[in-house]
């Protein structure tokens, strides 16, 4: 079951965060090695009604979703969106799991949540050495179309950028 996670899941949440956070550092990743996502970007989340989480017996997954645009998206270096910045999207945000099937399952269901919405676009990024969530994405037909910088420019903080065009 997926559902919206309320301040009462935080320990397993936290928990599938920092599992994540040690395969990230384990394949030589240094994506969330810096403290985030933290506590309170998880209750953000969960304040905003962003933050999904699938629940099969005890919690094995998370992701967020938000309509709202991210400022990092509106530059995009070595390509283009095939759905303008401007334009409405979804953005997929803190996906992670402790169960590696539970991955398509959150993806077929940010693709329904789309559809319900009325939104064709959905982005998403991550770490070029994420070599996990790249061949997951891909395997959901989303499309490279370019990198982004988080805040600065400088290698650490780029993230490679991915996009599926519902129809």
Sequence with gaps: MIRLATINDLEPIMQI????????????SSQWQDGYPNLEVMIS???????????DEEICGIMCL?????????KLYGGSFQVPYELPYLTIHRFATNKPHISH???????????????????VDTMNINYRMRRLLEKHA??????IYLDKINEERKRDCYELVLT
Excluded: H, M, P, W
């Design 17 to 28: 965060i920092e599992d994540a956070k040690k395969r990230l550092k384990k394949d030589g």
């Design 105 to 123: 399952k959150l993806l077929l269901f940010a693709k329904e949540k789309a559809y319900e919405l009325g939104i064709s676009s959905i982005k």
């Design 142 to 147: 989303f499309k490279y179309v370019g990198y």
């Design 45 to 55: 989340d969960i304040q905003e009604k962003n933050l999904y989480l699938y629940e």
């Design 66 to 74: 938000t309509t709202k645009k991210d400022l990092c998206y509106s």
